[in-house]
């Protein structure tokens, strides 16, 4: 089955700097890349979403890429502030697999004033 | 629609005791999904369900775990007996079809004593 591995667990950026968070995966036909973000005591939400026929796609401060021929993908937030402070998980599925997604590990992110 | 609707947010249950989770997925939805978090493991997919039939509970730790879809509204994930290490919070999520944004419900904090 599918395999994601996420770095770092843990980050700690300053306020404005950006925050960059590593993931691969093991199932070379897995074609959907999602990126939850998990605030504390709350849900995994959606933030970003990237599918394999796209190289990189930005949504404001947020950018995702992927690179299918290394099987690795990776979230970017420029301009960091305290309310990005969260757990963010990264996660893969494919097609034939329904929406079964496989998440990550989880990387605690923390913007300090 | 209010969402992935789950229940009871905070169960505390005694070892051996039965416990019932549900969960109410969005209207027109055809996946629902079962995770498990803690710190050690992440979120883990315990079962998936499309158009109400399980397709995989490969996740499912053990027999002591069960789930059920009986209409295209309601869910049940039950455990029975329940012991201290099932403690941890469940959430449900649903999707509208696959490689789709998953909707999490605000998850259970299973408390086993």
């Known amino acids: 089955g599918e395999n994601v591995e996420q770095h770092p667990s843990t980050l700690s950026v300053q306020e404005g700097d950006s925050a960059v968070i590593k993931c691969t995966y093991s199932d070379s036909a897995s074609n959907y890349f999602p990126w939850y973000k998990q605030e504390l005591g709350k849900r995994p939400q959606l933030i970003i979403d990237?599918?394999?026929?796209?190289g990189e796609k930005k949504d404001q401060r947020i950018a995702v890429t992927l690179n299918k021929t290394a099987k690795h993908f990776s979230l970017h937030i420029t301009e960091t502030q305290p309310e990005d402070s969260a757990v963010y998980f990264c996660a893969a599925s494919k097609d034939n697999a329904g929406n079964m997604l496989t998440f990550g590990g989880g990387t605690r992110l923390m913007v300090k004033p | 629609d209010a969402g992935v609707i789950q229940s009871p947010r905070h169960e505390v249950t005694e070892m051996g005791q039965e416990v019932t989770l549900r969960c109410k997925p969005i209207s027109g939805h055809n996946s629902l999904f079962w995770y498990r978090q803690t710190m050690m493991r992440g979120l883990e997919l315990l079962i998936y369900?499309?158009?109400?039939?399980?397709?995989?509970d490969s996740g499912m730790p053990e027999d002591r775990f069960s789930a059920k879809m009986p209409n295209a509204s309601f869910s049940t994930l039950k455990i029975q007996p329940s012991e201290p290490r099932d403690s941890a919070v469940y959430f449900c999520?649903?999707?509208?079809?696959?490689?789709?944004?998953?909707?999490f419900g605000q998850g259970t904090r299973l408390t086993v004593v």
């Open positions: 990237i599918r394999s026929n796209v």
């Open positions: 369900f499309n158009n109400n039939v399980p397709i995989d």
């Open positions: 999520a649903s999707s509208l079809a696959a490689n789709t944004e998953a909707f």
